[in-house]
């Protein structure tokens, strides 16, 4: 179960929640709190596929990302949807693609890009004895929305690798980096995070946490170190 877990498409419900702090943002030195709320649902749909959901919904605090003024509420919601062959391919991979949208939610203007955005996602990964090493990318075009607000261009990429223990102790390191076609600009936080898979009367827990460290970012984005703390219920058929 543990390794399940390192994979984004296997046939398991968790409901991820996922703590993150950064600061050094913005020209005043602003500090931004967020949690995500990830909840992965696989679905069947014949004896050969799965389509497996993945949503994000960010919930915000942040003061003086924006000078002088505080925001707090949710943000654009991220909804995923790969469709992945039950069984690896004979080489063992295990893959998974299909459509990616971007919501305009956020509660508040400076946690919203207010814009609609649609394009490709996909996941390729292997898990090889304890190893899972793999990649998740996917690319949202605007499309619609406030015609005031920058038009949307992203490329989000996920290189990721982990190594889980037989006592279920799961070590893992990963980028979650982004590039801004309309701007050129390139974000890039390195992750590493430690986890370990528990139980809590019949109740499967993963708890764990770590460091990111920003390797690349905007003049306005965050730098040095952040923190993130992971909190996972697990619901095995």
Do not use: C
């Amino acid at each position: 179960m543990a390794k399940k877990l390192s994979n984004p498409v296997a046939a398991l419900i968790s409901v991820p929640l996922q703590y993150n702090y950064d600061h050094h943002i913005g020209p005043d030195d602003g500090h931004k709190s967020y949690l995500n709320f990830q909840p992965v649902v696989p679905i069947s749909l014949n004896a050969d596929w799965n389509v497996i959901s993945r949503t994000i919904v960010p919930i915000i605090s942040q003061h003086n990302v924006v000078p002088g003024s505080s925001q707090s509420g949710f943000g654009d919601i991220t909804q995923s949807l790969f469709f992945s062959p039950k069984e690896p391919t004979a080489g063992g991979l295990i893959w998974g693609i299909g459509p990616v949208f971007l919501l305009p939610t956020g509660t508040e203007s400076q946690l919203s890009a207010r814009k609609w955005g649609a394009g490709p996602t996909g996941v390729v990964l292997k898990q090889d004895g304890p190893w899972t090493y793999g990649l998740l990318a996917n690319h949202i075009w605007g499309a619609g929305g406030v015609s005031t607000r920058p038009d949307v261009s992203s490329t989000f990429l996920q290189p990721f690798l982990s190594y889980t223990t037989k006592d279920a102790w799961t070590y893992s390191l990963n980028t979650e980096s982004t590039y801004d076609w309309k701007n050129k600009q390139w974000q890039v936080p390195i992750n590493l995070l430690v986890t370990k898979l528990m139980k809590f009367g019949d109740q499967p827990v993963s708890i764990g946490g770590g460091l990111r460290y920003w390797a690349e970012s905007t003049e306005v984005g965050p730098h040095d170190l952040g923190v993130r703390l992971v909190v996972t219920f697990l619901f095995p058929k």
